[in-house]
């Protein structure tokens, strides 16, 4: 089950990709590695949530109970990049199957726009949270080859939607133990720290 994040402000977080690299330095070599990446990079979220009155606070307790440790998932994002920096107009789907990597090509955008994808900007597709790794402008059919990472892990389907408002990830919290909360003598809460790690469906 998918339980919804309350809306209310964040006091601070910290949001970023997670590879899963590997590094072998031979014994007898200097400054020679051969490096791998090993399976998908995932996203990792932690947030710090501000002192609160018992009213706001109930809707932080109730989505960590309703979470029931790591049993639920919750749509996770960068809080500090809910909007992107391109125009981002249009209704953009994926162009043709059987695409993978770090590019995709999509159409339905607003045609001829430059910039229309800002580094830095995020995007979702099939289910994946990706971040423009270059600004990219559409053409006069509307059409947009977005470079993102990380790499998609399954190829989308033709015309499947490419969420350029508000996109998330599905993430799920860090361990069962992060139901807890205290609050002063005034009966305002302190403040509460969680963690969650993208998940894949």
């Keep these: 089950m998918t339980i919804a994040m309350p809306s209310s402000a964040f006091r601070s977080s910290r949001f970023g990709l997670e590879t899963d690299t590997a590094v072998f330095r031979p014994p007898l070599s200097k400054g020679s590695a051969q490096r791998a990446i090993f399976g998908p990079a995932c996203w990792m979220l932690t947030v710090t949530l501000p002192k609160m009155n018992r009213a706001t606070a109930a809707d932080w307790q ?6 029931e440790g790591q049993a639920n998932t919750f749509y996770g994002f960068d809080p500090d990049a809910k909007t992107g920096r ?3 107009t249009g209704s953009p789907l994926v162009k043709g199957a059987g695409q ?3 590019t995709l090509v999509i159409d339905g955008c607003s045609a001829n726009v430059t910039g229309w994808i800002k580094t830095g900007d995020y995007f979702s597709v099939n289910g994946e949270l990706k971040m423009a790794t ?3 402008g559409s053409n006069g059919s ?3 080859t977005v470079s993102f990472k990380p790499a998609l892990r399954s190829s989308p389907a033709d015309n499947s939607a490419v969420t350029v ?3 998330t990830c599905l993430m799920v ?3 069962d133990s992060q139901a807890m909360w205290d609050s002063d003598a005034n009966g305002i809460y302190n403040e509460i720290t969680f963690s969650a ?3 894949f469906a």
């Design 197 to 199: 790690v993208e998940v």
């Design 165 to 167: 408002t508000n996109p």
């Design 86 to 88: 391109g125009v981002l």
């Design 62 to 67: 109730a989505f960590f109970l309703l979470l």
């Design 100 to 102: 993978n990597g770090s």
């Design 134 to 136: 270059a600004d990219a």
């Design 142 to 144: 509307g059409e947009v």
């Design 173 to 175: 919290l860090t361990d």
